[in-house]
């Protein structure tokens, strides 16, 4: 009715600013670049997107093909998921804002001993994976790449932890002044794996790469400038890939944007979470099997990597349930780490998910009174780690991202120099 319509609005309105009460007092007593106002920034635009749409282009309802069923902005299914992430920020900024971050700041100062000979070594080897790997993907479509990598894990597993390890320099040349010619040629290789391998993840790890490495807290014209440039290109990069790297088609390209293209928030990567949030407050006994998934996906993942049993993960599951023949070409499909959260705390699940979120980045922002360049790295990690919390399985996100990340702080930094503190500044 108009009157419930009236009233929705009023409260995704409503919603809405407190959001953004939590966000501004968060950069204010954290900076705008920090972990912390990064993250909420990340499930502001997951929860956000499809309202902002209907503000901005007057999008009422979205929908997807498959099983997925058209939702509307005047739902109060998509009410209650706005009130879902709320909770998270609720739990999330009840950590940050009441925190008391020590005063005392410490600046080390560091000076490192290459191991020249194994750095040598290491990135030799990386760069001879990646040409091999290059050589395979080049030219292909995203879902002949995708199998290729899945079936080549000896490639892709290796290139994975590389990247890390090329973050985790590129902090250590910042602290230490000094750039080698050897990490320009990993940086060379590394970058044009991530460009022909078609993903955005690069983009987004240089931008915030960029961003954990100046000393300010603050976001300044220029920095605002090249935020809203990679936003852009990462909006159009997956359309750009398909037509001008495996195609080389420009002229195509130009056409689909002419005639085809609809600017939407909610289709970059949203959409798929918030109608799989919908079918689960709706009661899809379809999730009843994954009650738990903390503990029971992640502990099935690990013994189907031993090929000790068959199974079918979280991911796969719902590509499987939602888009039959397309999952079986390869495709996928992202979920949700809100909806799974409630898969193990109930719809207690969002704001436990945001206080864990919150202890964790005020224990990485204390670093920053410790050393600078772990506080680098991992602010970093962290969000990068989030920035796919927020869209996929806890299993995925340990198994690809958190676990390479370790792996490359030994390769790419405990063997790879000595550390030697050479002053320390109050």
Known sequence: SFSRKNTNMISLYSIFFVKCLIIYLIKRKYGAISAPFFILIIFFFYSQCFFIDYILFGIEEIG??????PMSIFSDDYLFIVILYLTFFLGFGSVLIFANPPSLKIKEVHVYKENKSYNLLLIISVCILIIYTIQNIYGVGRLEKNKFLIS????????????FGWLILFFKNIVNQKRSILFYILSFAIILYGILEGGR???????FAYLFSREKTSLNLKQIFLG?????????????S?????????????????RQFQFSFTAMDPLNSLLMIRDFNLGDS?????????ITNTIKQILRTF???????FAESIALYYIPEMQKMGAGLASSGILESMLNFWYFGPAILGIILGLISIKVYYIKYKSTFLYGVLSLFLTILCFKLVRTELAVVLKIYFLPMLVAYFFFYKLSFSKMIRDVKF
Do not use: H
């Open 64 to 69: 997807y093909y498959g099983r997925f069923v």
């Open 152 to 163: 080549n894990k000896l490639l892709s597993i290796p290139i994975n932890v590389a990247t």
């Open 201 to 207: 993840e690069i983009f987004l790890y240089i931008l």
């Open 228 to 240: 809203i440039v990679v936003f852009i290109f990462l909006t159009f990069w997956k359309v750009i």
């Open 242 to 258: 398909i037509f001008v790297i495996k195609l080389n088609d420009i002229p195509r390209l130009i056409d689909y944007f002419q």
């Open 286 to 294: 379809f999730y009843d099997q994954f009650q738990f998934s903390y």
């Open 307 to 313: 090929n000790l049993i068959e199974y079918d993960s």
